[in-house]
């Protein structure tokens, strides 16, 4: 199955449940809109694209258990509803903008049934898209790879991170079917270790030749030349950099990345960012974008058993910025970009939606 689709005999969202990964593969069923968000807040479903379709069924999800009579308190709770969704996570910037094109649909309709059948239609629509343009990323990163070549990832920008095939790990598996034996190291990402749960099983099961490092090993394997391209994934890309970062863009990624960016550059590793243009936030400078701060108890305890002292202070951010001086290639769905960024360029493309 997909990560994420719509179960049309439950009438209802299922997912992958990643937190089980990787003792077991189950899907979870989220019935009701708590259900979407307590799955959202805990990483059942993760990875920007994924939270996008997510956020775009959980729409679907409200207009159809919503019982309201009357159509306008019925658009209004379930916009209500909307809302508490796209706040499940802040960072990734598809979560928010595919609940607004999905709101927006809604807006346009006249009746309750209306509403529910075209809501689930325009969430089945951002499902489908993911997969497609996934895949056209997939076939402009792997042109940037050759055979024989050996990739680090970090975290988890693959499949499972995705409707479907992925943004970095897509890369990869586009270059195999280019006929590029092209090999992964995965950095185990910590704290909640995507990279260790998540993509080193994605990648077996493609057939992938897997290694798994400890985040700490990263430097060395790039000291020692055992890394050709560094490819990752985007939470969310911005083309102003704000106060810190001035007028080149920022991609906001799993915490881990910026220094990654700067190992890479001090080894002369192309570093290497496939991302949708849905992930792409022309409107918003990195000033505004909130890093998400995440539970202290995912330090102090590693699975359940305790990993530091009960009461020490803890700073646990889930994404840090890098910038763009750092990234040698976007990767998107229209072609690889060369950063510094022309923000026409993107913007032309970012016609569909605005962000809210
Ligand atoms: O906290 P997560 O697991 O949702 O973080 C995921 C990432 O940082 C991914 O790299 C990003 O969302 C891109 S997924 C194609």
Redesign the pocket.
């Known amino acids: 199955m997909r990560t994420i689709e719509w179960d049309h005999d439950r009438d209802c969202v299922v997912m992958v449940d990643q937190t089980k990964l990787p003792a077991e593969y189950t899907t979870y069923h989220a019935e009701t809109i708590p259900e979407l968000i307590e799955s959202i807040e805990l990483?059942r479903v993760?990875?920007?694209?994924?939270?996008g379709a997510a956020g775009a069924y959980g729409v679907a999800l409200a207009a159809r258990r919503n019982e309201a009579d009357d159509f306008g308190a019925y658009a209004e709770a379930v916009a209500a509803d909307a809302e508490a969704v796209a706040s499940a996570?802040p960072t990734?910037v598809n979560l928010s903008r595919e609940v607004e094109t999905v709101t927006t649909e809604l807006r346009q309709c006249t009746s309750i049934p209306e509403a529910r059948e075209r809501t689930l239609a325009a969430a089945e629509e951002i499902a489908d898209t993911d997969v497609e343009r996934n895949k056209q990323i997939g076939d402009h990163g792997a042109d940037l790879l050759a055979d024989g070549q050996t990739v680090m990832t970090?975290?988890?920008?693959g499949a499972l991170?995705?409707v479907d095939w992925?943004?970095?790990l897509g890369v990869v598996y586009s270059a195999h079917e280019q006929d590029k034996d092209v090999d992964v190291i995965a950095n185990e990402t910590r704290p909640?270790n995507?990279g260790s749960r998540i993509t080193t099983v994605e990648l077996q099961e493609h057939g992938v030749e897997t290694t798994l490092i400890p985040d700490n090993a990263s430097g060395l394997c790039m000291q020692e030349g055992r890394v050709d391209a560094v490819v990752?994934?985007?939470?969310r890309v911005v083309l102003d950099g704000g106060e810190r970062f001035g007028d080149q863009g920022v991609v906001f990624?799993?915490i881990g990345t910026y220094k990654h960016a700067v190992l890479a550059d001090r080894h002369d590793v192309p570093f290497v960012v496939p991302?949708p243009h849905s992930?792409i936030d022309t409107e918003r400078s990195a000033d505004e974008v909130e890093i998400e701060r995440r539970d202290p108890q995912e330090l102090r305890e590693i699975y359940g058993t305790q990993n530091a002292p009960e009461d020490v202070d803890v700073y646990n951010p889930?994404?840090d910025p890098t910038p763009m001086e750092l990234v040698d290639y976007l990767v998107t769905e229209t072609g690889v970009y060369e950063p510094p960024l022309d923000r026409a360029t993107f913007e032309e493309v970012d016609d569909r939606v605005t962000v809210e």
């Open positions: 990483l993760r990875g920007a694209p994924a939270l996570r990734a970090h975290c988890n920008a991170a995705t992925g943004t970095a909640l995507q990752l994934g985007a939470d990624n799993k991302a992930t889930a994404f």
